[in-house]
């Protein structure tokens, strides 16, 4: 699963109540059932759904990895591209108007260095401001951009706040797609869902600059991406999300996500894909998820879990997962307005009962302001 | 006033004065307190004047200087704060920047970020008030912002976590602007844009401090909303480029200009230097004015410090005689006036302030008239006005007290111990003087000679001040002489109280002539600036009479002062199709920048301005002649400013940048125009559509066909545009606004004017009131050899009528000069009119006779006072 969705929830919501002809409210509702639910039975068909689905409300992609520079230390990244639709009457006029919204994340974690650096991008569907392709992958918004090519590698192009990406991703596996039949389950309610496919292991090469010199890297990176509308049940609080990439060739993705009264949605889920590129669906009474430490931010006070047991009894899997740097916080003042930990994990344990080590990325959203 | 100090006893007097020296430093405070102090508490009422009016001269000075550095902050502020970390701005040529360019620029290396500016007028709907609505890309600005870290455009958080801001049709204004028009949050507010009436919706109020200085008086809204309210669909006012850290700023032009061939691209301060550049003559001579203010304040300081000299003539002797060093007496006197000078100026800061508001709300309405639409509304936080000032201040008075306290300095103790010796008996170098004041005459006619100095007549200034002080010069030798003739020329029957007359103002001539000096530069002053604004007024009113010959005039509400208000041109065919029409010019008219300086180019219909209108053309030219050439070749005019600042006359070419490249353009003629001082070239409308590719108006000229209701017209008119969209004006209130205009143009040069010849009279009152007292003892034996209380009090009247007529005929012969050289030379290198000179000889009559008036009056009640004096008390020392 992925993320930030609420945090969409709560843009979105503005930005179609703003963005709506004078009176808001009926606009709303009318443009409201326009959007395509995620329903089961759906057939991925790649590299079409590579690209963007322009009748989903809502969708993102998301690159993170954990990279290792020539003298061993190690830097985490993610890169975020969000596609919000927003459907009204287009008048004659102006090519600015606003139909689709794009933000974007950057973020960069300098293990060795203990800093984690981050920045944002917004841009609008116009003028070629930002913007996704159909039929393949392709997003943007100005110069930041994730791109799949047709040989299969994905390029990412991001700098900003002093630190810059530059990374050319090949597939190891191929894409695993979440969820049962088509579909990945956000909650009780029909439309809870979204389309969800995953490329888990993504071999990475390239620069990465941070504080000033530019540094060749390599290692492995993870990219997801999924489409709804009107996804996330409403009373979730947030959720947690795991990616964990494990050196005998296995990945596990897991979301848990939280109600306001602290309990787990029971639609909760995660996906095991073994070294051969086997995947497997697990349900929420299939593993635990127990925080081992706590850390409080400085920037607002948030209380995030720091530090996970994850376990998965019918796969003897017993992790340990833990954050390479306690502080990777984004507070995005000025693109989803949210706060929210998103961070390069380490992750050791055993799995099959035999003992393995990884690194892993980690999303806790909710914990700092009620969603 | 005598340098050369006397020879009896100097040589002794030196050598003592090196003895005691030290004395003398320690009788310092002793001495200042028995020579200055005293004197100035016993003379209050005068010590008051002099203070006042340099308090009076101080505070115009700061006020002025502030009017002036608030506005030029407000031009620097407004360009400035718009994008921060702007490189250059890239600006269209013609009607606007393809906006599909936008992403061509973005993606050039040495481009970090460009980011799109639409930008125009709307009015209210009362079309009273004009507002800047600029629309940026408040979508993609957002993480622009954030990454710049500057203070950017107003990021979503800082608009109170309401991104209500990118619905269709909604503004984002400061509480300032909201305070301004009635608004809050959610008011729909309606506006008039290009003859539309729009209406739009307060998105968002914010804090004035949380928008950087130039967006607080403005109306921000997204790109999509100010491109359908302004009529720029698809078209871009500006782009904002910043510069990538590696590229130098020539490789950043030079990609730019790659792939935007025909655009100008400018530094981001280009806009507010320009404005400092249009409005520095204005704000020059506003200065100017200021400081001759204070001029007329620093003689009221050498008249006074000059009296309490000769006042105290005996006081010093005795201080002399009794060991004060000659530098300790210079320092005492000069001191004194200094003191006026710290005192004067103390006040005058304080009371500048408190004036400086209203001075800035005349300075800005007078440049958002002629110049741009918003300008400063808030006193700049400069300490440099107020420093000026000072130091202006203070060493006017230093200077004016320089010669008395030599005087005083050179008083010899023998001289000082003789009662009744105020008056110095050295003989006039009346020559000497009139071959100065020769000099000072020959000094001004070179200096108006200059060119000026960076735009600033500078030159013409100084001609200007050497008239003053050749006027000044030629006082105590005119009055001498007159003094003489009237003598001679008195009839016996005049009376004894009037036949003295001329003896008394001959034997104080040096005295009177500061008295009289000091009041003709004020009346010189008030009659030059008067001369200067009715000649320019009476200019442009027969200009206006010749060249107003449309019988409506329509532009878009809103267009009440130099914007660049616009209405689209399909209604022209509608107003030709009417039947009371005969003829309709369509008119244009925008800034643009020529050989880097910011001039006008305007385009008409030149075939109907021809037959029905009649611009003035210069050097003989026929429009017949020129009417074609205008339409059949590419030839412009251009207006007599034009011609002027750009060295151009008929016959001239020069290439003017269009979105098709430059375009070689010959002037057809140079015509009279006193619309902008930036200057004009116009050109036919076809051939500007045909180059820029503009077809918008800013206003029609309907020519009604003979016989045709004009109120007919006007109402037929009005159905074509619908109501209050547009502004309609009939050929008379044209006139009438034009000259409205005019005189809000010169409102601080009238008030200025007004300050000046007040000072001047209370100096005048101040001097002769001091002269009457100091002769008291006089009066009293006078009144010892029998002359009537009356007689004594008719004597000092017509002394002081006599002072009064002199100095102000010499003040009206300075004015008359004055005036030739603000004419001629100050007004013609700052702003390049051609004014036909015209005298006011009615207002001058009467600033003679008030003048006259005050002096006499100013006389008779020290007469009084001096009539009524007790014979033993003043007489008790003979």
Not at chain 1, 160 to 175: D, E
Not at chain 2, 70 to 96: D, H, N, Q, R
Not at chain 2, 410 to 435: D, K, N, Y
Request: charge should be positive.
């Amino acid at each position: 699963m992925k993320r930030v969705a609420s945090s969409f929830a709560i843009f979105t919501c503005c930005v179609l109540t703003s963005v709506a002809p004078q009176s808001a409210g009926a606009a709303h509702a009318a443009a409201a059932p326009a959007w395509q639910a995620a329903l089961p039975g759906y057939r991925f068909t790649f590299p079409v759904d590579y690209g963007a689905h322009e009748r989903f409300q809502n969708e993102w992609w998301y690159y993170t990895g954990n990279l290792a520079a020539a003298n061993g230390d190690r830097y985490g990244f993610e890169l975020t591209f969000f596609r919000v639709g927003i459907q009204r009457p287009l008048q004659r006029g102006s090519a600015w108007d606003v139909n689709d919204l794009y933000l974007a994340h950057l973020a960069v974690s300098d293990v060795r260095g203990r800093k984690f650096y981050f920045d944002e991008r917004t841009g609008r569907a116009a003028l070629s401001q930002a913007g996704a392709t159909t039929g393949d992958e392709h997003a943007w918004i100005g110069s930041w951009r994730a791109r799949r090519l047709p040989d299969g590698r994905h390029l990412l192009d991001a700098a900003g706040n002093g630190v810059s990406i530059h990374l050319a991703c090949t597939f190891a596996k191929p894409a695993a797609i979440h969820g049962r039949d088509g579909v990945s389950r956000k909650g009780r309610c029909a439309s809870c869902a979204s389309h969800y496919y995953s490329f888990t292991r993504l071999r990475t090469t390239g620069t990465i600059t941070v504080g000033g010199s530019t540094l060749d890297v390599r290692g492995l990176a993870w990219n997801d991406h999924e489409w709804g509308s009107d996804e996330v049940e409403s009373g979730a609080a947030g959720w947690s999300w795991f990616s964990m990439q494990l050196d005998n060739g296995a990945d596990i993705m897991l979301y848990l996500l939280r109600r306001t009264d602290g309990r787990i949605v029971p639609q909760s889920s995660g996906t095991i894909d073994d070294a051969a590129g086997r995947t497997e669906h697990l349900m929420l009474d299939q593993l635990s998820v127990e925080p081992q430490a706590w850390w409080t931010s400085p920037h607002d006070g948030a209380r995030y879990p720091a530090g996970w047991r994850v376990n998965i009894a019918g796969h003897r899997i017993a992790l340990e997962v833990e954050p390479l740097l306690a502080d990777q916080e984004l507070i995005t003042k000025r693109s989803t307005r949210i706060a929210y930990w998103e961070g390069a994990c380490a992750v050791r344990g055993t799995y099959d009962g035999k003992p393995v080590r990884g690194f892993g990325y980690t999303e806790l959203t909710g914990y700092a302001a009620h969603l | 006033m005598r340098l050369t100090p006397p020879t009896a006893s100097s040589a002794c007097a030196t050598a003592r004065s090196k003895l005691t020296d030290e004395v003398s430093a320690a009788a310092f405070p002793a001495l200042f307190r028995a020579l200055v102090l005293r004197h100035v508490v016993a003379h209050r009422a005068r010590t008051l004047v002099t203070v006042a009016s340099v308090a009076i001269g101080v505070a115009v000075s700061v006020a002025i200087g502030l009017a002036n550095a608030s506005a030029i902050a407000s031009f620097s502020g407004s360009a400035a704060a718009l994008s921060p970390g702007t490189t250059v701005e890239v600006l269209p040529l013609g009607v606007g920047i393809p906006e599909k360019a936008l992403r061509q620029v973005q993606e050039l290396p040495g481009v970090r970020s460009a980011s799109p500016v639409v930008a125009g007028t709307v009015s209210d709907a009362a079309g009273q008030s004009a507002y800047d609505l600029v629309g940026v890309d408040l979508i993609g600005a957002l993480g622009l912002a954030s990454s710049t870290a500057g203070p950017g455009v107003p990021s979503s958080g800082e608009i109170d976590a309401d991104t209500r801001i990118l619905r269709r049709g909604e503004i984002v204004i400061s509480r300032r602007v909201a305070a301004r028009l009635h608004a809050r949050l959610g008011t729909p507010l309606k506006f008039v844009a290009g003859a539309r009436a729009v209406t739009l919706t307060v998105g968002a109020v914010i804090d004035d401090a949380a928008l950087p200085f130039g967006w607080r008086s403005i109306i921000i809204c997204d790109i999509s909303t100010a491109q359908e309210v302004l009529d720029r669909i698809g078209l871009l006012d500006r782009m904002d480029v910043v510069g990538a850290p590696q590229a130098d700023d020539q490789t950043l032009r030079r990609e730019l200009a790659r792939v935007l061939p025909n655009v100008r691209i400018a530094a981001p301060d280009e806009r507010a230097r320009q404005l400092t550049k249009m409005t520095q003559a204005f704000q020059f001579n506003l200065a100017a004015l200021a400081a001759i203010a204070l001029l007329v304040g620093a003689y009221l300081v050498f008249n006074a410090v000059s009296m309490s000299v000769v006042q105290r003539r005996s006081e010093i002797g005795v201080a002399r005689a009794l060991g004060a060093a000659r530098s300790t007496v210079f320092g005492v006197f000069l001191l004194e006036g200094v003191l006026v000078g710290v005192v004067g100026s103390a006040f005058g800061l304080v009371l500048g302030r408190l004036l400086a508001r209203k001075a800035l709300a005349v300075v800005s309405s007078t440049i958002d008239a002629l110049y741009t639409t918003d300008s400063a509304s808030q006193i700049a936080p400069t300490p440099e006005p107020y420093i000026a000032a000072a130091v202006l201040g203070v060493a006017f008075c230093l200077i004016a007290s320089l010669l008395p306290a030599l005087e005083a300095a050179s008083v010899p103790p023998t001289l000082a111990m003789r009662i009744g010796s105020w008056e110095s008996s050295q003989p006039l170098p009346g020559l000497l003087l009139v071959m100065a004041a020769i000099a000072a005459f020959g000094a001004a006619v070179l200096l108006a000679q200059l060119k000026p100095l960076d735009g600033r007549p500078v030159f013409g200034y100084a001609s200007a001040i050497a008239v003053i002080a050749g006027c000044s010069l030629l006082a105590a030798p005119l009055l001498a002489l007159i003094a003489k003739v009237a003598r001679t020329c008195l009839p016996a029957t005049a009376g004894a109280a009037l036949r003295l007359v001329p003896a008394n103002v001959q034997g104080r001539v040096r005295r009177n002539a500061v008295a009289i000096a000091s009041l003709m530069v004020g009346i010189a002053m008030t009659v030059s600036v008067a001369t200067l604004i009715a000649s320019f007024r009476e200019t442009v009113n027969t200009w206006i009479d010749e060249t107003l010959r449309g019988d409506l005039y329509i532009a878009p509400a809103g267009a009440v002062n130099a914007a660049d208000v616009t209405m689209p041109d399909d209604v022209l065919s509608r107003l030709r199709a009417l039947p009371q029409v005969a003829a309709a010019d369509a008119l244009r008219s925008r800034a643009i920048v020529l050989r880097g300086r910011p001039t006008n180019l305007a385009a008409s219909d030149i075939e109907v301005t021809s037959a029905f209108g009649n611009l003035p053309l210069l050097g003989g030219a026929r429009w017949s002649n020129v009417s074609r050439e205008l339409i059949d070749q590419p030839a412009v005019l251009v207006s007599e400013p034009f011609a002027r600042k750009f060295a151009m006359a008929t016959g001239a070419r020069f290439d003017l940048q269009t979105p098709n490249g430059d375009v070689r353009l010959r002037v057809a003629g140079v015509y009279r125009d006193y619309a902008s001082d930036l200057g004009y070239i116009l050109m036919d409308r076809t051939r500007y559509i045909r180059l820029f590719g503009d077809r918008r108006i800013n206003a029609v000229a309907l020519y009604a066909k003979p016989g045709a209701s004009i109120s007919a017209l006007r109402a037929a008119t009005l159905r074509v545009f619908g109501h209050n969209v547009v502004r309609l004006t009939a050929n008379g209130e044209l006139h009438e606004e034009a000259l409205a205009q005019f005189d809000r143009t010169f409102a601080v040069t009238y008030a200025l004017n007004g300050i000046a010849l007040v000072i001047s009279l209370l100096g005048i009152a101040s001097a002769l009131g001091a002269v009457v007292i100091e002769r008291r003892h006089e009066i009293g034996v006078l009144r010892c050899l029998g002359m009537t209380r009356r007689q004594v009090a008719t004597m000092i009247v017509a002394e002081a009528a006599l002072l009064g007529a002199v100095g102000a005929a010499l003040g009206l012969v300075a004015g008359y000069a004055l005036a030739v050289i603000l004419v001629f030379v100050i007004n013609r290198q700052a702003f390049g009119w051609t004014i036909a000179f015209v005298a006011t000889p009615l207002y001058d009559l009467k600033l003679y006779l008030v003048a006259v008036a005050t002096a006499a009056l100013a006389g008779a009640l020290p007469a009084r006072a001096a009539a009524r004096l007790p014979l033993a008390e003043t007489v008790r020392a003979e």
